[in-house]
């Protein structure tokens, strides 16, 4: 006889049993799978020796994963359905979702997505089974190739292995790994989001597909808490906020390539004087690297074998040049410009360097990525004995800087990737004191393995965002590689040459990435430090436009920026259009105002603060956070 049991001490005996019969015994009804060994399985799946498995539930990470990706499936399956010519590429889970590629026989638009819906219901009430099968390579090739699923036979024919697992759904077949959920009535609570045009395989010369994004929940009320969420999105979009607001533009001549309007360079300058004065506390020095580099330094760098396809290249007198994408090969010159020693170290280089990546067209968006961006750099050369220290010094300049503008954030630590270059004990060594120094911080973290750069481990800080998404911003890199491969010294108390250990990181990440996150995060009303007119001026009338002219000198002199509205527009326009330009304060200007020498004070969130003497208004805007002061 077996022994089932659950890390609740659920127990069961039988000589073999299917989770869903462990499921049905311990009335775990919610339950669409369970994880044995780190491993999730189906329902289906029946063991016959002792198991500990644990059920799994769409109200967790992998639960999700599963119920979306089974979803996937419902949606292809109504799709054949509606179209039976339609012809299916792939449809994975996301974050947050799931999406399939489709050639559809003639185009759809979202017109159609709510028929799609309605059959994906019926499918769903029908409650069929999903049942896993395993095939040799030539059956499955023949199985497609009999549905005229010319896209699955091709990505069978690029697949290793003998065997291949299908999941059947009455009519319809699909071949994946799995799991799936037991029956499509397991899947209730979706909804059918967007189109997009895809390239097969990401390809541009290959045909382009219909990507059809949906999501999926396990309840109603999360679901609508998404949508919700979703619409609360599309209202703070930075695209559509930076246009009303004036603040950048994207233009066809320069795809990728953004445009900052004077009000977007004005948060623009402000973040970077805050990145100043912090660094400056800090003890950093700022230095700056050309942007266009011999293709040499690339490849001792090692960038040129692991990230040429991301960059862009020119020649001059007649030698090969690259576009820098990133900073550090430069910053790695100015140190090895000088004799350096161990008295100099830490050394801490930062850098607000201009970079380019070639990233394909149809991954550009906004701000949020883009072909060229500043990238908030600064690279730390120090003693082995100095990494953790600074490792935490770093940390703690994130967690002040991310405090200011009220980010939560988790921390994740990746680890060595396949393409990584060096030797492997260095790397260990490398992870061993990331992790310490995130165990002595008491940094709660996640662990993402085979996701560092291919010179070395990282930390990542993602920052949540106030409507709950997460944007991953800052990083620490801890790199024993670029130091031996250039080889950099420093002379020690010994008075012999030894290599530092070189730490690569940003706070802010992408400057430009990092205003649209604001953007959307404050729905385009920037905190006064942060708002490119801090001071609206409305005259009433044209009657007072002297006065508004001496109270708007008298506040440029005092350091704030303002307009005035002089438009011949009636008070209650004024006040509204400056409403929507977010504007933190308003001073209205009348025939009182005129005669006291005053103004009346709005707040864009409070409304009306009554009216102050010039002293008293500008000791209320002193009174107003601004980082860069303290």
């Not at 339609?86 to 003639?106: L, N, Q, V």
């Not at 001792?300 to 994408?325: L, V």
């Not at 404050?522 to 436009?545: D, N, R």
């Amino acid at each position: 006889m077996a022994l089932f049991t659950t890390p609740e001490g659920k127990k069961f005996e039988a000589e073999s049993a299917s989770v869903r019969q462990l499921l049905d015994v311990w009335h775990l009804k919610k339950a669409i799978g369970a994880k044995v060994d780190g491993v999730i399985v189906d329902c289906d799946k029946v063991f016959t020796s002792d198991t500990e498995f644990t059920p799994v539930e769409p109200d967790c990470e992998e639960g999700l994963d599963l119920l979306r990706h089974s979803t996937a499936h419902l949606m292809a399956h109504a799709i054949l359905r509606l179209y039976p010519e339609a012809k299916f590429g792939i449809g994975p889970s996301i974050k947050d979702g799931f999406y399939y590629d489709i050639r559809f026989p003639k185009p759809i638009s979202d017109e159609d997505l709510p028929k799609i819906e309605s059959e994906m219901r019926k499918v769903a009430q029908e409650k069929i089974p999903l049942v896993r099968e395993e095939l040799s390579m030539d059956e499955a090739v023949k199985l497609f190739d009999a549905r005229g699923e010319d896209l699955k036979v091709e990505m069978i024919g690029n697949l290793e292995g003998e065997t291949l697992s299908i999941y059947k759904e009455g009519d319809f077949v699909d071949f994946c790994r799995g799991p799936h959920v037991p029956n499509t009535g397991c899947c209730k609570f979706f909804k059918l989001l967007s189109l997009a045009g895809a390239y097969w395989h990401g390809d541009e010369n290959n045909e382009m597909l219909t990507r059809i994004y949906g999501t999926a929940f396990g309840s109603e009320d999360e679901l609508k808490a998404y949508l919700r969420r979703l619409e609360e999105a599309k209202a703070r979009d930075h695209r559509k906020l930076g246009k009303e607001l004036d603040l950048f533009s994207i233009h066809a001549e320069g795809p990728g390539f953004p445009f900052f309007h004077p009000k977007g360079m004005v948060i623009m300058n402000k973040l970077i004087e805050f990145w100043r004065h912090e660094h400056t506390k800090r003890g950093y020095v700022e230095i700056k690297t050309p942007m266009i580099l011999d293709r040499s330094l690339w490849l001792r760098s090692g960038h040129w074998d692991h990230y040429k396809d991301n960059m862009y290249f020119t020649t001059i007198d007649d030698a090969p040049y690259a576009i820098k994408p990133m900073n550090c090969p430069g910053g790695i010159l100015v140190y090895k410009d000088a004799i350096r020693s161990y008295k100099e170290l830490p050394l801490r280089m930062a850098e607000l360097g201009f970079v380019h990546r070639h990233e394909r067209s149809g991954a550009l968006h906004g701000l949020m990525r883009v072909r060229a961006f500043t990238q908030d750099d600064a690279h730390i050369y120090c003693t082995p004995e100095q990494i953790k220290d600074e490792i935490k010094a770093i940390m703690d300049l994130d967690n002040y800087v991310y405090s200011v503008f009220g980010f939560k954030y988790y921390v994740e630590l990746s680890t060595r990737p396949e393409d990584s270059m060096g030797d492997p004990e260095l790397w260990d060594l490398a992870e061993q004191k990331l992790k310490e120094a995130l165990e002595e911080t008491n940094t709660p973290y996640k662990l993402n393995p085979g996701d560092g750069a291919f010179y070395g481990p990282k930390i990542d800080f993602h920052l949540e965002d106030c409507i709950g998404r997460t944007w991953q911003c800052g990083t620490i890199q801890l790199d024993f590689q670029m130091p031996e491969k250039f080889e950099m010294s420093y002379i020690g108390p010994d008075g012999a040459e030894h290599q530092p250990v070189m730490l690569h990181r940003t706070v802010l990440g992408s400057l430009e990435r990092f205003m649209g996150i604001l953007i959307e995060n404050y729905a385009g009303a920037f905190p006064f430090w942060l708002a490119p007119v801090q001071v609206k001026l409305l005259p009433v009338s044209s009657e007072y436009a002297d006065y508004a002219a001496e109270v708007d000198k008298r506040l440029k002199e005092a350091g704030y920026r303002t307009e005035t509205d002089g438009r011949d527009e009636k008070l209650g326009k004024k006040i509204r259009d400056a409403q929507l330009q977010k504007v933190p304060y308003m001073f209205v200007i009348g025939a009182k105002e005129v005669e006291n020498k005053t103004v009346a004070v709005r707040d864009r969130a409070k409304g009306d603060l009554g009216s102050m003497t010039f002293d008293e208004a500008t000791e209320l805007l002193g009174k107003e956070p601004d980082p860069i002061k303290y």
